[in-house]
Nanobody
């Protein structure tokens, strides 16, 4: 059974880096051919894709966040790491990590290919 759990500070000051860790259990994050992704949901708004990292370590980012987003992994701890620099109040959201299980490229365009999700972690950016 694959499980994902987000962790990190619930409060971040503006201009600082928002950092979250997703610990994956039940499956190595290097297992072919899965892709691991970060998604967020601001209060009262819909889901927003942040970026992803593949089983091989390749990364993809939302065009709106690419300039200040870094997704990496710690394979020894089987963890995914999200860093969002220059955090602002607009970055306040519930942050999720999830897994893509896709057999074709078009699957990545939506959320239907996400079969496992973390429970979500609320991060508030405020002074």
């Amino acid at each position: 059974q694959v499980q994902l759990q987000e962790s990190g500070p619930g409060l971040v000051k503006p201009s600082q880096t928002l950092s979250l860790t997703c610990t994956v259990s039940g499956l190595s994050i290097t297992t072919n051919y899965y892709t691991w992704t970060w998604i967020r949901q601001p209060p009262g708004k819909g889901l927003e894709w942040i970026g992803a990292i593949t089983y091989a370590g390749g990364t993809f980012y939302s065009s709106s966040l690419k300039g200040r987003t870094s997704i990496s992994r710690d394979t020894s701890r089987n963890q995914l790491i999200l860093q969002l620099r220059s955090a602002a109040p607009e970055d306040t959201a519930v942050y999720y990590c999830a897994r893509f299980d896709c057999s074709d490229f078009d699957c990545y365009a939506g959320y239907n290919g996400l079969d496992y999700w973390g429970q979500g972690s609320l991060v508030t950016v405020s002074s």
